[in-house]
Every structure is written in C-alpha cells, then in structure tokens.
C-alpha cells in the first residue's frame, strides 16, 4: 500500500511540470494527501495539500501562485502543477496522507491514510 510518485524531470527555468500521485493498493477516495520535497541536504518541506472533499487546499509560501493541487478520485490520483519553475524548486517530490498544516482540518475533515508508507519520488531538477 503506497502512492507513487511520476511527472518529474529536467526544466529550465521558468517552465513546468505536472507531477502525478497514484494510490496503489487502496482507494484515494475522502483520504487527506500532500506533497513534500526534499533538496539535497535538506528536511522535507511540505508544500501543499489537499482535503479528502477537495473543497480545501493549502500551499506553503514558497510556491503559492505556483504550484496548483488537484485530485481525480475517479483515476485515484492526485495531481501538483509546477508553473514558473525556479532552481530552488529542485528536489525529489513525494506525495503522503498528511498536510503541512491542520487549518480545515475542522471545517473540511478527511480521512487520514496512515498506512501507507513513504514511495520513491519523483526527481525535478530546474536549471538556471
């Protein structure tokens, strides 16, 4: 049971990608599911997730007005467009049950998938 990660690759700056998160072994249907990255020598970094309803979303300053998440039950799949790449967006995205934050946690409850581990991710590399 785990989401893997697909869509990375190597941009220049200023260009874009569509990274995909699959659930492989359950449905993605009402889970709560975020991405994070990590850049070499660096903690992971939540940078966006989304509610279980999809009615609620949230995005780290770092990439709001960047970055857009969406999800397709129906493909059980979830979904981050990168838009205006920078270099300092390099790193390898992963995708889990969990948000950076608890802020519609009450208004918009989902469930939280807790047993799925960590997948490989997906490498994204912008050049300068």
């Known amino acids: 049971l785990q989401f893997v990660e697909s869509g990375g690759g190597s941009v220049q700056s200023g260009g874009s990608l569509r990274l995909s998160c699959a659930a492989s072994g359950f449905t993605v249907d009402y889970y709560l599911v975020g991405w994070y990255r990590q850049a070499p020598g660096k903690e992971h970094e939540g940078i966006s997730c989304?509610?279980?309803?999809?009615?609620?979303?949230y995005y780290a300053d770092s990439v709001k007005a960047r970055f857009t998440i969406s999800r397709d039950d129906a493909a059980n799949r979830v979904y981050l467009q990168l838009t205006n790449l920078k270099p300092e967006d390099s790193g390898v995205y992963y995708c889990q049950s969990r948000c950076p934050t608890d802020r519609f946690a009450a208004e918009d409850p989902s469930l939280v998938a807790d047993f799925v581990t960590w997948g490989q991710g997906t490498q994204v590399t912008v050049a300068s």
């Open positions: 989304i509610s279980g309803s999809g009615r609620s979303t």
